[in-house]
């Protein structure tokens, strides 16, 4: 089963008031587990950054200059991404980004049913707690140490990680077969007595109640 991971940064919140991709960082899944394929790209917005924004991510916009434009790098994304479902973390945001630039051209957007939103997921599954991705990275001991400032192939890294815990952890399902394995190996060493095997055969006391007992007995079946 493939997926892909996705993660974006941004110059804002919004793409309705002006707002830009400034990165793209996906990787591929393959039953949850990273193939080591990725795709990944920094993006000229075609506008300034706003300090807010690059204290987020730490893209200026003197490094994203001479990046390529989201037209440059649409089609191998969407080749990247194809039909495989997109795990997002906050989807709503990522897709209202992504979406927003692939319309501007002309192309198809991607539909909210392609996303799973592991946002929704946490929330759904610890109502109450903190879901952001470094929360979640609490949660399950991640090391995110590296991430000093928001980079959409980090995040996606991290948020595959936190996505195999939804699934069950490392490996899911591995754990049976383990301890299949380890079983199997087992030597079961025996401390129980030892009883010499006891005679079967009927007493003539025994015999004898029998006969008694198949007389009281009407109309048997061998005698029909």
Same mark, same amino acid.
């Given at each position: ?21 400034? #990165? ?29 924004? #690059? ?46 630039? +692939? ?32 929360? +979640? ?20 890294? +991290? ?66």
């Amino acid at each position: 089963m493939r997926e892909v991971v996705l993660d974006t940064e941004t110059t804002g919140l919004s793409p309705k008031n002006g707002d830009r991709l400034v #990165e793209i960082g996906c990787l591929e899944l393959k039953n949850h587990v990273p193939t080591g394929e990725v795709f990944h790209c920094y993006i000229n917005p075609e506008r300034d950054v706003p300090a807010e924004a #690059e204290a987020v991510h730490g893209l200026t916009t003197e490094f994203l200059a001479d990046k390529p434009v989201f037209s440059e790098v649409a089609l191998p994304f969407i080749e990247f991404v194809g039909s495989s479902p997109l795990v997002i973390h906050n989807a709503s945001f990522d897709l209202g980004f992504i979406n927003s630039e +692939l319309e501007a051209l002309g192309k198809c957007s991607i539909p909210n049913s392609q996303a799973i939103d592991t946002l929704s997921l946490a929330r759904s599954r610890y109502p109450g707690a903190p879901a952001s991705l470094d929360a +979640l990275c609490r949660r399950f001991s991640i090391d995110n140490s590296c991430r000093t400032k928001h980079g959409a192939l980090l995040d996606a890294e +991290l948020l595959a990680e936190v996505y195999l815990e939804f699934q069950g952890g490392k490996q899911p399902g591995l754990e049976l077969t383990e301890q299949m394995v380890v079983n199997t190996n087992l030597k079961i060493e025996s401390h129980s007595v030892t009883r010499p095997p006891r005679a079967h055969c009927p007493t003539d006391d025994e015999l004898i109640a029998h006969s008694a007992l198949i007389k009281k007995l009407e109309n048997p079946i061998w005698d029909r």
